[in-house]
């Protein structure tokens, strides 16, 4: 088992910046990549980004340029650095682990690749 608590989120403004943390404590001696999602009032949460144990990266192309997922095997710990945030940012970020793999595997930005949630963290920007 892992657990997941994210941490970071808040209110900013158009233009300003947030990093997301997500520590994870239990079965974490096992390789395992590390992803966000988002979901916006009313609509289904969405892929973000994702890292593979040995820091292999994919992004959505609405995030692309703007933010940046990195993560620190010591610590246990993912981070995701939003830049240039925008009001259609807004949403609960969700980070998410999928166990196992080889080191330089990124799952499919799809939920069911990932099998432990942590609880979200709002993130709120306004115009």
């Known amino acids: 088992q892992v657990q997941l608590v994210e941490s970071g989120g808040g209110l900013v403004q158009t233009g300003g910046s947030l990093r997301l943390s997500c520590a994870a404590s239990?079965?974490?001696?096992?390789?395992?990549?590390m992803g966000w999602f988002r979901q916006a009032p009313g609509k289904e949460r969405e892929f973000v980004a994702a890292?593979?144990?040995?820091?292999?990266?994919y992004y959505a192309d609405s995030v692309k340029g703007r933010f940046t997922i990195s993560r620190d095997n010591v610590k246990n710990t993912a981070y995701l650095q939003m830049n240039s945030l925008k009001p259609e940012d807004t949403a609960v970020y969700y980070c998410?682990?999928?166990?196992?793999?080889?080191?330089?595997?990124?799952?499919?930005?799809?939920?069911?690749?990932?099998?432990?949630w942590g609880q979200g963290t709002q993130v709120t920007v306004s115009s």
């Open positions: 239990g079965r974490t001696f096992s390789t395992y990549a």
């Open positions: 890292i593979s144990w040995s820091g292999g990266t």
């Open positions: 998410a682990a999928a166990l196992g793999g080889r080191t330089w595997y990124i799952p499919r930005p799809l939920e069911s690749e990932y099998g432990y």
